[in-house]
């Protein structure tokens, strides 16, 4: 089943009790909080989720548990990506796709391939996958910009649907909207330039925040593709300085804290990645109840 990818998606957490084993009660409830709230779909395995962290039977394991939880009411995407291209397409070839409607493949990591690097990559990559592939270009993790016409070009290929766009850069990312093909979209991978992305031609996000406020941000996305720009407008800006917090000490250090405070799961990171500091965890906190408030 074909997918649009217009709206919201949140890219999950993964919940760890203090001995950095996961909790796996903790990340259905997270789910369904999501879920429950309606938005389009969830994203397992992506930067978020701690994955890097994860090893193999773990990962396996989450999955399970999103699409357990989920039980079917949305799509769920599954993170695939790599900087090691034959073994990224062993795995898609060993992946069991049961469940999943499409995958999300970052640009890959530290190699810093060329742009013609980038599309035999992730032509290799979409050819190999029994799913939709969505591309995933964020530099500031990366290193390296999928730059508009490398998108372009692989937004040509059949099985490569839309990208998540995370360079920050809007003339690139309107470049894109403007040249692309009918039926490749593309989606905000930054919570804080949704509003924008959407009022330049973005057709949705992958979100952090939405895992903590998934009504309010599956509201904003909704109302400004709707054409109800005012709304979307007063919830940008209501959502912004928490944004803008969730992400001033790490990320997904910040988003653990907020839903920590929401009594959803535990605030525990795997290294290297630790919790926020103490200024940051009060703002949070502080923000929260003021959202929250507001309901």
């Known amino acids: 089943m074909q997918h649009s990818w217009h709206g919201t998606g949140v890219a999950l957490i993964t919940p760890f009790k203090k001995d950095l084993s996961i909790d796996f009660i903790a990340l259905g409830n997270v789910v369904e909080h999501i879920v429950s709230n309606g938005l389009e779909y969830l994203v397992a395995l992506g930067t978020t989720s701690e994955a890097a962290t994860l090893n193999e039977q773990e990962r396996e394991a989450v999955v399970r548990e999103i699409l ?12 695939m990506g790599g900087n090691n291209t034959h073994l990224l397409l062993q795995q898609i070839k060993h992946q069991d796709f049961t469940g999943i409607s499409a995958i999300l493949s970052v640009v890959p990591y530290y190699n810093k391939p060329q742009q ?91 979100s952090v925040v939405a895992n903590a406020f998934p009504k309010e941000f599956g509201d904003l996305v909704r109302h400004q593709l709707a054409g109800q720009g005012v709304s979307a407008f007063d919830l940008h800006y209501r959502l912004l300085d928490f944004i803008n917090l969730l992400f001033a000490d790490g990320s997904p250090a910040g988003i653990k804290c907020a839903l920590h405070h929401m009594g959803l799961c535990g605030d525990t990171l795997r290294l290297p990645l630790v919790n926020v500091n103490h200024s940051i965890e009060a703002s949070i906190k502080a923000a929260v109840d003021q959202i929250t408030q507001l309901k």
Request: positive net charge.
């Open 68 to 79: 357990r939880a989920n039980a079917g009411r949305v799509p769920v995407v599954l993170g």
């Open 116 to 206: 013609a690097g980038l599309v035999a990559h992730f032509e290799a990559v979409a050819d190999a996958s029994p799913v939709p592939v969505i591309l995933y270009n964020v530099p500031s993790r990366t290193s390296t910009n999928m730059k508009a016409e490398t998108v372009l070009r692989l937004a040509a290929h059949k099985n490569i649907v839309a990208v998540k766009e995370a360079s920050g850069d809007l003339m690139q990312i309107m470049q894109i909207i403007k040249n692309k093909p009918a039926g490749f979209e593309v989606i905000s991978g930054d919570d804080a330039l949704t509003f924008p992305m959407l009022a330049v031609g973005a057709k949705g996000v992958i």
